[in-house]
């Protein structure tokens, strides 16, 4: 092609990278079947429909000038061509390698600046692809992955291509329409309230018509001397009688106009419930299109670690909101990786317990009848090692050794979310460095879902995922503190109710409530998100409680007022407000006003550092007053262990110190940037940024080069002495030896 051409070669390209990848998924898919498939009359079927769709990829690549993935079609069909004929079968070498190429094209198509010239690699494969054995049967092939149950490919016809972005635009101006059905409630309700005035108005007219006409007959039979002393009287007669009758016909037009604004309002309400079902399923897509590449991912990995495993699909005709999809599919591949390498065993151990020698790794998904869809991905594996996730936890600081002794296995077995926890001794491509089920947690939370996880020894672990249908729009509950007004997710609220401020108990220095047989954290919103304290409750008021809980967590907010809940439509951020904490976003309300969506897992976050005073003390002298005066030195210490952090802040508080507290570095430079601190008292292990990292940020910022820093660690090596040094500590206090003297004397003698 010319160079004139070439913004059109572009464009096709763009088309065929959409076909290209249909081709792909659909041979992968079914290459899959062929290894599932080992009696010879479920073969020539599969093998026909291979030769199919390698031959129309094929001529799509020539047009589109892909010599590359040209060649390596023309490569399959010769083997694909030698296995119709019956000829030859396949053998486990011959799959692989076609697996290879698919992965290869993959490749090549999805690159932004495709090769034309034939390199070493590329020759090398088609030769490959033309020496692989291919005699022997096919029942030799090992680790073959169940197909999915019930699912038929979805049809082709009637179907038109649309861009995602024109879809996600329509849909939004949909979305866009709950403001206008509102509005329209709130015209109701504004009609409605006039139409009161006017019932009011009637009863005090027919209040005072008694009096009216008893002025009108005494004026008709009076004395020419009262009419000379109340001249004005018949005017204001007829005047009242002209307002009666258009107050009358007033009254007469308002109640028709709320009428009619009443069916016009349930009109518009059907209308754009309808509309806005219908825009959001132009983005639903069965579960299976994401479904389709999951069963290569488990037998690649059986491959890889000689392991055998059936993966096996249960709804995956469920429609899901395509962007759920999208973002729910990282967060799958990651457990379906963990199934593998974690859960099931080699087939010799499974045999060895009485098991099948072939594990079974399912997913099954299904609507809830709140509106949700769960997602349950299982295996009959060996479960999860609840003491070895105890160990784990231990020694990566995220519990103590007393709190591992403690700790309810259920408990226990979320902490598998917790980024950096392991229990892989050695690091592998696979897993190792603790990252996978965190990115689990943080993928299904951003999502608005939560996940739970569930084992057995010897039995399995199911891991179980919610989420909502589509995203966007979602319920929440209205609430206010501090005379401002908030908007809940609902799907993160479990219950709303008023307690007495006796109910409310003191654990570790904080306010708590015994829910369920729970305790459970109180906290303030205003403390949440650092509003000052407007409201004066005393011994006697109730207390607003809202039950919010993100993935195992839950916590009690505390607010002024619950008002109601509604539909609302959550709209994202723009630049430059990307990312604030405690807030998802924002919605409009009927009325054109703009209110604040709180984002709940940033809330547990701040809860932790937040204030534990209770309404009940939040009187009128602690509004009016400084909490804390200029000759109290502050302090921030830093403390990943909820136990380690409430301790070193009663020590110090004892001491006569103010104490604000973080649980990791990032939140304590957060803190340093927006108040001001005489010294920092902070842990060395932490996720996130630990100390060492921690000290090094504030050395390099020179609005803190002269901030004290004393590290209270567990590290008690003279090398990690060193580089507590090294990073800027003032002083370095190791845990094993640790004396409250003498970490009250590093603080007196710093500052």
Same mark, same amino acid.
């Given at each position: 092609?010319?160079?004139?051409?070439?913004?059109?070669?572009?464009?096709? #390209? =763009?088309?065929?990278?959409? *076909?290209?990848?249909?081709?792909? @998924? &659909? /041979?992968?898919? +079914? %290459?899959?079947?062929?290894?599932?498939?080992?009696?010879?009359?479920?073969?020539?079927?599969?093998?026909?429909?291979?030769?199919?769709?390698?031959?129309?990829?094929?001529?799509?690549? #020539? =047009?589109?000038?892909?010599? *590359?993935?040209?060649?390596?079609? @023309? &490569? /399959?069909?010769? +083997? %694909?061509?030698?296995?119709?004929?019956?000829?030859?079968?396949?053998?486990?070498?011959?799959?692989?390698?076609?697996?290879?190429?698919?992965?290869?094209?993959?490749?090549?198509?999805?690159?932004?600046?495709?090769?034309?010239?034939?390199?070493?690699?590329?020759? &090398? /494969?088609?030769?490959? %692809?033309?020496?692989?054995?291919?005699?022997?049967?096919?029942?030799?092939?090992?680790?073959?992955?169940?197909?999915?149950?019930?699912?038929?490919?979805?049809?082709?016809?009637?179907?038109?291509?649309?861009?995602?972005?024109?879809?996600?635009?329509?849909?939004?101006?949909?979305?866009?329409? %709950?403001?206008?059905?509102?509005?329209?409630?709130?015209?109701?309700?504004?009609?409605?309230?006039?139409?009161?005035?006017?019932?009011?108005?009637?009863?005090?007219?027919?209040?005072?018509?008694?009096?009216?006409?008893?002025?009108?007959?005494?004026?008709?039979?009076?004395?020419?001397?009262?009419?000379?002393?109340?001249?004005?009287?018949?005017?204001?007669?007829?005047?009242?009688?002209?307002?009666?009758?258009?107050?009358?016909?007033?009254?007469?037009?308002?109640?028709?106009?709320?009428?009619?604004?009443?069916?016009?309002?349930?009109?518009?309400?059907?209308?754009?419930?309808?509309?806005?079902?219908?825009?959001?399923?132009?983005?639903?897509?069965?579960?299976?299109?994401?479904?389709?590449?999951?069963?290569?991912?488990?037998?690649?990995?059986?491959?890889?670690?000689?392991?055998?495993?059936?993966?096996?699909?249960?709804?995956?005709?469920?429609?899901?909101?395509?962007?759920?999809?999208?973002?729910?599919?990282?967060?799958?591949?990651?457990?379906?990786?963990?199934?593998?390498?974690?859960?099931?065993?080699?087939?010799?151990?499974?045999?060895?317990?009485?098991?099948?020698?072939?594990?079974?790794?399912?997913?099954?998904?299904?609507?809830?009848?709140?509106?949700?869809?769960?997602?349950?991905?299982?295996?009959?594996?060996?479960?999860?090692?609840?003491?070895?996730?105890?160990?784990?936890?231990?020694?990566?600081?995220?519990?103590?050794?007393?709190?591992?002794?403690?700790?309810?296995?259920?408990?226990?077995?979320?902490?598998?979310?917790?980024?950096?926890?392991?229990?892989?001794?050695?690091?592998?491509?696979?897993?190792?460095?603790?990252?996978?089920?965190?990115?689990?947690?943080?993928?299904?939370?951003?999502?608005?879902?939560?996940?739970?996880?569930?084992?057995?020894?010897?039995?399995?672990?199911?891991?179980?995922?919610?989420?909502?249908?589509?995203?966007?729009?979602?319920?929440?509950?209205?609430?206010?503190?501090?005379?401002?007004?908030?908007?809940?997710?609902?799907?993160?609220?479990?219950?709303?109710?008023?307690?007495?401020?006796?109910?409310?108990?003191?654990?570790?220095?904080?306010?708590?409530?015994?829910?369920?047989?729970?305790?459970?954290?109180?906290?303030?919103?205003?403390?949440?998100?650092?509003?000052?304290?407007?409201?004066?409750?005393?011994?006697?008021?109730?207390?607003?409680?809202?039950?919010?809980?993100?993935?195992?967590?839950?916590?009690?907010?505390?607010?002024?007022?619950?008002?109601?809940?509604?539909?609302?439509?959550?709209?994202?951020?723009?630049?430059?407000?990307?990312?604030?904490?405690?807030?998802?976003?924002?919605?409009?309300?009927?009325?054109?006003?703009?209110?604040?969506?709180?984002?709940?897992?940033?809330?547990?976050?701040?809860?932790?550092?937040?204030?534990?005073?209770?309404?009940?003390?939040?009187?009128?002298?602690?509004?009016?007053?400084?909490?804390?005066?200029?000759?109290?030195?502050?302090?921030?210490?830093?403390?990943?262990?909820?136990?380690?952090?409430?301790?070193?802040?009663?020590?110090?508080?004892?001491?006569?110190?103010?104490?604000?507290?973080?649980?990791?570095?990032?939140?304590?430079?957060?803190?340093?940037?927006?108040?001001?601190?005489?010294?920092?008292?902070?842990?060395?292990?932490?996720?996130?940024?630990?100390?060492?990292?921690?000290?090094?940020?504030?050395?390099?910022?020179?609005?803190?080069?002269?901030?004290?820093?004393?590290?209270?660690?567990?590290?008690?090596?003279?090398?990690?002495?060193?580089?507590?040094?090294?990073?800027?500590?003032?002083?370095?206090?190791?845990?094993?030896?640790?004396?409250?003297?003498?970490?009250?004397?590093?603080?007196?003698?710093?500052?």
């Amino acid at each position: 092609m010319t160079t004139q051409d070439e913004p059109f070669l572009q464009q096709l #390209r =763009a088309t065929f990278a959409v *076909e290209a990848q249909e081709h792909l @998924q &659909a /041979l992968s898919s +079914m %290459l899959l079947d062929l290894e599932g498939s080992p009696s010879p009359p479920g073969q020539p079927e599969v093998i026909e429909d291979l030769h199919r769709h390698v031959h129309s990829l094929k001529g799509a690549s #020539r =047009a589109v000038d892909l010599s *590359e993935v040209e060649g390596i079609c @023309q &490569a /399959l069909e010769d +083997m %694909l061509a030698s296995w119709k004929s019956g000829a030859v079968t396949p053998t486990v070498s011959a799959c692989d390698t076609v697996h290879q190429a698919l992965d290869v094209i993959g490749g090549l198509i999805s690159s932004d600046s495709p090769t034309h010239d034939k390199t070493p690699e590329y020759l &090398a /494969l088609i030769e490959h %692809l033309r020496a692989v054995p291919q005699a022997g049967d096919i029942s030799a092939l090992i680790a073959p992955t169940a197909t999915p149950i019930g699912m038929k490919k979805p049809a082709l016809a009637d179907t038109v291509r649309i861009a995602v972005s024109k879809l996600e635009a329509g849909l939004l101006e949909a979305e866009g329409m %709950l403001v206008l059905k509102s509005a329209a409630a709130l015209r109701v309700s504004e009609l409605r309230s006039l139409t009161a005035v006017f019932s009011q108005w009637r009863k005090e007219w027919d209040g005072i018509s008694d009096e009216v006409r008893t002025l009108r007959y005494n004026r008709a039979r009076g004395s020419d001397r009262d009419r000379r002393q109340h001249p004005s009287s018949p005017q204001i007669l007829q005047f009242l009688d002209r307002n009666l009758e258009h107050l009358r016909s007033l009254e007469d037009c308002i109640s028709s106009l709320a009428s009619q604004t009443e069916q016009d309002r349930h009109d518009l309400t059907r209308m754009v419930d309808g509309f806005l079902e219908n825009s959001k399923r132009l983005l639903m897509l069965p579960f299976a299109t994401l479904a389709d590449f999951f069963p290569k991912v488990v037998r690649d990995l059986c491959r890889d670690q000689h392991k055998d495993a059936a993966f096996v699909l249960v709804g995956g005709e469920v429609e899901i909101d395509k962007r759920i999809l999208e973002g729910i599919k990282d967060a799958l591949t990651h457990v379906l990786r963990n199934c593998v390498d974690h859960g099931i065993e080699t087939p010799t151990q499974r045999e060895s317990s009485g098991k099948a020698a072939r594990a079974c790794i399912s997913l099954t998904v299904r609507r809830t009848t709140s509106g949700m869809v769960e997602i349950v991905v299982a295996d009959d594996g060996a479960g999860i090692d609840v003491g070895r996730i105890k160990n784990a936890a231990v020694a990566g600081g995220l519990i103590t050794l007393e709190d591992s002794r403690t700790l309810p296995d259920n408990q226990a077995l979320a902490l598998v979310f917790h980024s950096g926890l392991s229990t892989r001794e050695t690091v592998t491509e696979i897993s190792g460095r603790g990252l996978g089920m965190a990115i689990v947690r943080a993928d299904v939370e951003r999502l608005g879902g939560r996940v739970t996880i569930d084992s057995q020894p010897g039995i399995g672990t199911t891991l179980r995922i919610i989420l909502p249908l589509t995203i966007a729009t979602t319920r929440g509950l209205f609430v206010t503190a501090s005379d401002q007004t908030f908007v809940l997710p609902t799907n993160n609220v479990e219950h709303v109710f008023r307690v007495k401020p006796s109910d409310l108990q003191t654990v570790e220095n904080r306010e708590a409530i015994l829910i369920d047989h729970q305790i459970l954290p109180v906290v303030r919103l205003d403390d949440v998100l650092g509003l000052s304290c407007t409201s004066v409750q005393d011994a006697t008021t109730p207390i607003s409680l809202v039950i919010i809980r993100s993935v195992d967590r839950r916590i009690a907010l505390v607010v002024s007022k619950i008002l109601h809940e509604e539909e609302v439509l959550i709209k994202p951020f723009r630049r430059p407000l990307i990312r604030i904490c405690n807030f998802a976003g924002a919605t409009v309300t009927g009325s054109g006003k703009a209110l604040p969506v709180l984002d709940v897992a940033d809330l547990f976050i701040s809860a932790q550092t937040a204030s534990s005073q209770t309404p009940a003390a939040c009187s009128e002298t602690d509004r009016l007053a400084p909490r804390h005066t200029a000759s109290v030195k502050r302090l921030l210490v830093v403390e990943d262990s909820i136990t380690s952090r409430m301790l070193l802040k009663g020590m110090l508080e004892a001491a006569g110190y103010y104490v604000k507290t973080a649980p990791d570095g990032v939140e304590a430079f957060t803190s340093l940037r927006g108040e001001h601190f005489d010294l920092v008292v902070s842990d060395v292990e932490m996720p996130r940024l630990n100390g060492l990292g921690l000290t090094a940020k504030i050395r390099s910022d020179h609005r803190f080069a002269d901030l004290p820093v004393i590290l209270v660690t567990g590290l008690e090596s003279p090398a990690q002495r060193e580089q507590g040094i090294d990073a800027g500590a003032d002083a370095y206090i190791v845990k094993s030896g640790f004396d409250q003297s003498q970490l009250l004397e590093a603080v007196g003698r710093l500052i």
